[in-house]
């Protein structure tokens, strides 16, 4: 199996900067993309940002220039480095990944377990 464990959610000010992260572990054979999403309280879950293997980065509108989306293959972990926080930036962030655990497999898509941020105004 295969588990996403992300870390470095809190609590912080208007303008402060937060850097999550989130390691791959288990039976990966490669991992594909990895993003990251997130979820505010009565919202709907939304797309944050994307890395490619190669290291192509795509972002929401709302947060280009501010976040940063970056990997370590070597480590199975993606990052996502948030500065100029806002509170609408307040949401559970998952990570995602596509994860192939053999040579011949398919890919597949795992989510890690959320970690919280809040944004105070």
């Known amino acids: 199996q295969v588990q996403l464990l992300e870390s470095g959610g809190g609590l912080v000010q208007t303008g402060g900067s937060l850097r999550l992260s989130c390691a791959a572990s288990g039976s990966i054979r490669n991992l594909g993309n990895m993003a990251w999403y997130r979820q505010a309280p009565g919202k709907q879950r939304e797309f944050v940002a994307t890395?490619?293997?190669?290291?192509?980065?795509t972002y929401l509108e709302s947060v280009k220039g501010r976040f940063t989306i970056r990997r370590d293959n070597a480590k199975n972990t993606v990052y996502l480095q948030m500065n100029s926080l806002k509170p609408e930036d307040t949401a559970v962030y998952y990570c995602?990944?596509?994860?192939?655990?053999?040579?011949?497999?398919?890919?597949?898509?795992?989510w890690g377990q959320g970690t919280q941020v809040t944004v105070s105004s």
């Open positions: 890395i490619t293997v190669t290291g192509f980065s």
């Open positions: 995602n990944a596509e994860v192939r655990m053999s040579v011949a497999g398919g890919m597949y898509m795992y």
